[in-house]
């Protein structure tokens, strides 16, 4: 079945250093969807990416979808301690499939 | 976006006893979904609470342990039988939005089940 990968799991970062994090499926998607969950919350929905290619920036998070629709990354630049928490990628083969998420990379950053 | 409430936001259950989980969207969904999540881990699905018909189950998981209610398209519960401390988990409602080739799920705060 479909898998979806993620490294690194964990990553600790002094702050004002950037992050990043990469995502990888067994299978083609139909679309990557990238999701936080800060300590003690639940996943939030960030972005969705749909093209092959695409790269999305919101403020200083951008994310990438690659050319085979395979793997995505998401990097954040000059971390701040607001950006502690777990990501997640997740992604359906295809947009009627069911959503599988990764296993997270958890981000801490420190002051 | 949904706004979606869980009840109850934890609790410390006794083994081999049952709780049941409520969720509620502030609006109409089609497709709804019950996760859990063992602590620092990942998202698991459990079921797709389907309106007016039988969840949908993932592999591994049971319509006799987890049976699933969804009486209209804003509300669904999951009950947790027969527990044992092995079902100690955060058990997450999930609501998913399509608009177009646009589609986000969105979350519930999650119940924190202890099992003793």
């Known amino acids: 079945g479909q898998q979806v990968m993620q490294i690194p799991q964990y990553q600790h970062v002094q702050e004002g250093e950037d992050f990043t994090t990469y995502c990888n499926s067994s299978?083609?998607?139909?679309?990557i969807q990238w999701y936080k969950q800060r300590p003690g919350g639940h996943p939030v929905f960030l972005i969705q990416l749909v093209k092959s290619g695409e790269v999305k920036k919101q403020k200083r998070l951008t994310f990438q979808f690659g050319e085979a629709k395979k793997n995505s990354s998401l990097h954040i630049t000059a971390t701040q301690t607001t950006d502690v928490g777990t990501y997640f990628c997740?992604?359906?083969?295809?947009?009627?499939?069911?959503?599988?998420f990764g296993p997270g990379t958890s981000l801490s950053v420190i002051p | 976006s949904a706004v979606i409430s869980q009840k109850p936001s934890r609790d410390i259950c006794q083994r081999g006893t049952s709780l049941t989980i409520q969720c509620q969207v502030d609006?109409?969904?089609?497709?709804m979904f019950w996760y859990r999540q063992q602590p620092g881990q990942s998202l698991t699905l459990i079921a797709t609470?389907?309106?007016?018909?039988?969840?949908?189950?993932e592999s591994g998981f049971v319509i006799d342990k987890f049976p699933i209610s969804r009486p209209n398209l804003t509300f669904s519960t999951l009950t947790v039988s027969n527990m044992s401390p092995e079902d100690s988990s955060i058990y997450l409602c999930?609501?998913?939005?399509?608009?177009?080739?646009?589609?986000?799920?969105?979350f519930g705060p999650g119940t924190r089940l202890t099992v003793l």
């Open positions: 609470a389907n309106q007016g018909s039988e969840a949908t189950y």
């Open positions: 999930s609501v998913e939005e399509r608009e177009g080739l646009r589609n986000e799920q969105f």
């Open positions: 609006s109409q969904v089609t497709m």
């Open positions: 997740a992604g359906p083969k295809t947009s009627y499939d069911k959503v599988i």
């Open positions: 299978t083609t998607l139909s679309n």
